[in-house]
């Protein structure tokens, strides 16, 4: 069983929005309430890119592409938002969620991936 299940990938023009969320289950569903979640992009041709993450404490942190534009959130039952913003095609990749058991995300290596969700900007 997928232990994270992201969806809210699409197509938008710039400028427009969408919000990611994943869902934790199978084997990550027992550490979803303490463990560190992130959300990852990789798209064609370019290495995986960290966006954001928040600690099993609270705490969030953002690469410096997603400042000012994206928002992660994680509600009560554990599940993972992100709230993307302002678009650009330059968005364009597949966006995963990860998380680690490890509740600081200083040192998380984020053993359990979702499949994906595909997000494409068009200018």
């Known amino acids: 069983q997928v232990p994270l299940v992201e969806s809210g990938g699409g197509s938008v023009q710039a400028g427009g929005s969408l919000r990611l969320s994943c869902v934790a289950s199978?084997?990550?569903?027992?550490?979803?309430?303490?463990?560190?979640m992130g959300w990852f992009r990789q798209a064609p041709g370019k290495e995986r890119e960290k966006i954001a993450t928040?600690?099993?404490?609270?705490?969030m942190s953002y690469g410096d592409s997603a400042k000012d534009r994206f928002t992660i959130s994680k509600d009560a039952k554990n599940t993972l938002y992100l709230q993307m913003n302002r678009l650009k095609p330059e968005d364009t990749a597949m966006y995963y969620c990860?998380?680690?058991?490890?509740?600081?995300?200083?040192?998380?290596?984020?053993?359990?991936w979702g499949q994906g969700t595909q997000v494409t900007v068009s200018a």
């Open positions: 990860a998380g680690d058991p490890l509740g600081s995300c200083a040192l998380a290596s984020f053993p359990y």
């Open positions: 199978g084997d990550f569903l027992i550490h979803a309430s303490y463990a560190c």
């Open positions: 928040v600690s099993g404490g609270g705490q």
